[in-house]
């Protein structure tokens, strides 16, 4: 046997790394005469047998062959009759369609003769095909052979000149369905090939083409059909017994003498693989190591075990520590390592193996000086064999050497501090935001939390760990929770199969007391790794809206329901009524000179009333009745559910109502001040759904009327009367409502002088009702100030006066006019009044430089603080102020130092009676004084005669309005007007056309 030598180069690993590799001991190679003896003998009892069993195998086939011909002979001759039968069918068709009328279909007479043909219980109906008969006419039945099957054709006869014939394939399947008959035959196949066997003749022929095929060939209605039997092998009874107990014994004397050779054999053939394996493993192992050690992108090296030295350092050390091959292996891994880091180094982290052979070791964060002074940042792993090394082993092995792998981290090092300061950033960020900020893995654990975070879900001091923990912590309820976190995992379904938003879900968050809770709203995005989270605070919106929904259906100084409140419970009662048949009631309160105690002695003593009176309505009106605040001084009590008739409703509102009256009328302690206070009430009584709510309620408050005027101290009842009263309002709301939609209203100015020089109007309301007929401004004024129709009125001649200014402005005869527009209190105490103002202003384009609107005292002294407010918002716009029947109100000095206002206006009621009520001459001089002083410009109204004027020029007084300088009238007669001048002798008479203050 030749010796072992490796396949792979040895040279392309340094021999200086190699340790010498030596066969064992026992590796020897066996004796040659040996196997030699042993193939001889074999030789020679193989070629006796052979002999033996040539002879033997000879006799045997003959016999063999013979037993098959006659086999071969069987089948073809059932072939043959097979064959015969098909011919005999077609030929037996031919002659039935010949004796018959040619029929038009072939298919009835060819099914009738294949069930009387004996071929029907063993095979298939073959085919039949009608084609034209190309030779002559004839008697004889063709046949031939084709790859798929017998063909067979037989003339029928003459059709429309041609003849005519058919065809019939048999398949090969169905002609030699009983050749396998016998149970020699192991397949019979078709010879297509010409040359394989000659043409057959009558009788049959026989040829075999080796030992397990034997062809024949047959004659089918003139067709050759050639065949291939395929037998089986030599059956095992055609051996004799001496043959096969001279053969078995000759077997067994060379099988034993081969085995021994084999065993022997065997054990060379182990120790050799044994050898030749342990030198393959140890050279590739090397060859492993080796490149594993010059890895380019692994640091690692050698160190001698006992000195430390670095040997054999991959070139990825080398550029890592900026060391040459040569300076490394003259140094030490000590002598690179910083001095801080070395006790760490001596007593390195043991890791756990199932490998005994081997210690492995590992040091993190050590720093290794570089080349250039600085240090680089490593973990240190280190393999050692756990074997001592022999004492007297005098040359390098492997085991006196360690494995020093050495991971570079100081490059992660720097990537974990950028991505630490950007998270710091991040977060820095996230904690300034206004809205609650989280961050989850995808396990659902927290990883970052702000602070809006923490306080909107009340965590405190709490550490917790998931979202889970997070909806304990936060919804005390289990059903609540188990409800909103169910809608939150369908939330987080839908946007994983969607788009990744995440719906926002309000929530209620109670904590652990009712005090912390909050309501919130939940939104977010899924990541692919994460989900980010918000909380935004929706506590205050909530506390909005409730008090939104407060102060639309609750008073604000007396908590008690307001009129819409009140009118819903109407409604409400008079479902319950007609379904129950109860009887309800419904009561009005009038508190006479509340109005004027808050003008008198202020909101907080008002405010101290109501809310005493409110107490005392509490204690007179069954808990379970709705007592509502409809006005400034009115009241109103619902009696629902009253068990009865409508007399036993109306007894039990005279109770009520009686009571309230007594309990009202008692003195009010105020400080150290009694008050009394004029209560009356007015009653209607009501049943099912037959009346609106808002009519009852102005039946009752049409009761209250009447009880004030007859000042009658009990319970008022509504009747007919005031009904037709009400309706009669109510008509007339009506029609102002459609005088407004129809256009029926106009302007109309009268003049304003300043020492004989119209300087302006003031703008004054008329209703055209028809072509000539006007409606009094004291009938539909009050109307329209009760049913809130002055507020779409006031601002419509607000924007038609603005309009008008605007005109003016584009003549110069005009455009120094003012005009002065009255603000009823309604639209004064609107929010949007500023708005509205600046907004009429800006759509006409009018300067605000002529625009006065005229005020009464009443309305700014309600609320000073918010009307200064205002009109400051407006002066500031150049919008100037009228204070309007200025000396019949209760202006002070100090009010009237900080209203800005920009004119006074002399009631008329004191110019009226200048000349016959020296008290009336005295005030209006006071008056005229008195504006003077404050800077404001002073306007007498009503001025009928020329001797009121030559007394307001005496006062100073120059700035004048009235029937005798010029009448209300159109703005067209006005403009003609302007170009005559007014004097003081110019004639005047009042009208009955009144203006409208």
Known sequence: MPPYSPTYPVHSVPDSILPPLSPPASATLPQRGFWLAIGGVVALLVLAAGFFLHAQWTARQQAWHAELERHASAALADVNQRGNAYALFLANLRTSYALQAPPQDLRPLADALWRASPLSASAPQPTLELVEWP???????????????????????????????????????????????????????????????????????????????????????????RLAFSFATIPAQFWTSDTAAGLLLGSAGLALLIGLAALRRQKERLLVHHVQRSHDYAYKGWLRYFAFIHHPLLSAAELDAHTGRIINPSPRLTQLLGYSRETMTRLTLDALVHPSDLPRLREPETLASQAREYDYERVADVRLAHNLGHYVWVDVLKIRYAITPHAEADRPTLISREMVILLDQDRARKLQAQLQQRIQKSQQVFEQLPVGLCILDNQMRFTFMNDCFRQYSNLGDAALQTLDDWW?????????????????HQTVSGAIARDGILRPLELALHGKSPANQRFVELAGTVMEDQMVLTLVDLTPHKHAEEEIRRLAFYDATTQLPNRRLLLDRVQQAQVTSQQRHWQNALLTVGLAKLRNLRDERGAATASTVLLQTVERLRAVVPADQTIARTDTEEFAILLSGIDGDEDEAARVSQDIGSAVIAALRAPFQIDTHTLYLDVHTGVTTFTGREIDASELLRRAETALQQARQTQQQKPHFFDAEMQASASAESQLEENIRTAIAQGQFVLYLQPQVHDHTVVGAEVLLRWRHGDDTFVSPDRFISTAEQSNLILPLGNWVLMQACRQLAAWARHPHTQHLTLSVNVSPKQFKQESFVANVLHALAATGASPHRLILELTEGVLLEDIDQAIER??????????????????????????????????????????????????ANIVRTIVSLGHSLGLRVVAEGIETPEQIDYLKSCGCLYWQGFFIGKPQPVEQFEAMLRAPVSAERPGAPSDDSPVE
């Open 135 to 225: 030779a002559s006419p004839g008697d004889r039945i063709l046949a031939q052979s084709r790859p798929e099957g017998l063909e067979y054709l037989a003339q029928l006869g003459a059709a429309n000149g041609a003849a005519v014939g058919v065809r019939m394939l048999v398949p090969w399947s169905d002609l030699l369905r009983g050749t396998w008959s016998s149970a020699l035959i192991d397949d019979v196949n078709v010879i297509t090939d010409g040359d394989a066997l000659p043409a057959a003749a009558a009788h049959l022929s026989l040829q075999w083409l080796d030992s397990h095929t034997l062809a024949s060939s047959v004659q089918i209605a003139d067709a050759p059909v």
């Open 472 to 488: 304990h912590h936060v919804i005390a309820s289990n059903s609540y929770r188990q409800k909103m976190a169910e809608r939150w």
């Open 871 to 920: 009109m400051a918002r407006l002066s500031a716009m150049g919008v100037g102020f009228s204070l309007d029947d200025f000396g019949t109100g209760y202006s002070s000095l100090s009010y009237l130092q900080r209203l800005p206002l920009s004119e006074v206006k002399i009631d008329r009621s004191f110019v009226r009676d200048l000349n016959t009520k020296p008290g009336d």
